[in-house]
């Protein structure tokens, strides 16, 4: 019989729930995200994030942020994890970088980028 796989972190679990609950499709889409095995996850590096947005742009990344390559925008990153070198780039280039319970309490307008 194979493992289970999904989540197991009691808070990743606690805030998928909340994210359900919404019933906000963006909120949806971004639970489905975070159920995903870990596995099926890819890791999102600062400089894919810095091509495709905008200044003063709020994003949200379903998993992990990765600090491979040069931020040069104020960006607002609502992340599930945050690599140290990442945080770092982001706060220099002027930007926040946020968890996603954040998000959720903030309940704001945000592009995911996968």
Same mark, same amino acid.
């Given at each position: 019989?194979?493992?289970?796989?999904?989540?197991?972190?009691?808070?990743? !679990?606690?805030?998928?729930?909340?994210?359900?609950? $919404? #019933?906000?499709?963006?909120? &949806?889409?971004?639970?489905?995200?975070?159920?995903?095995?870990?596995?099926?996850?890819?890791? *999102?590096?600062? =400089?894919?994030? $810095? #091509? =495709?947005?905008? =200044?003063?742009?709020?994003? /949200? *990344?379903?998993?992990? *942020? &990765?600090?491979? @390559?040069?931020?040069?925008?104020?960006?607002v990153i609502y992340a599930w994890q +945050?690599? #140290?070198?990442? #945080?770092?780039?982001?706060? !220099?280039? @002027? @930007?926040?970088? &946020?968890? &996603?319970?954040? +998000?959720?309490k903030e309940k704001t307008a945000a592009?995911?980028? /996968?």
């Open positions: 019989m194979p493992k289970p796989t999904g989540p197991e972190n009691p808070e990743l !679990k606690a805030l998928i729930e909340k994210l359900e609950k $919404s #019933k906000d499709q963006n909120y &949806l889409a971004l639970a489905r995200h975070l159920s995903k095995a870990r596995r099926t996850k890819s890791e *999102v590096n600062l =400089d894919k994030i $810095s #091509k =495709d947005a905008k =200044d003063n742009e709020k994003i /949200v *990344v379903p998993s992990k *942020v &990765l600090g491979n @390559g040069n931020i040069s925008k104020p960006l +945050f690599s #140290k070198s990442a #945080k770092e780039k982001i706060i !220099k280039a @002027g @930007g926040k970088p &946020l968890g &996603l319970s954040d +998000f959720l592009r995911m980028i /996968v």
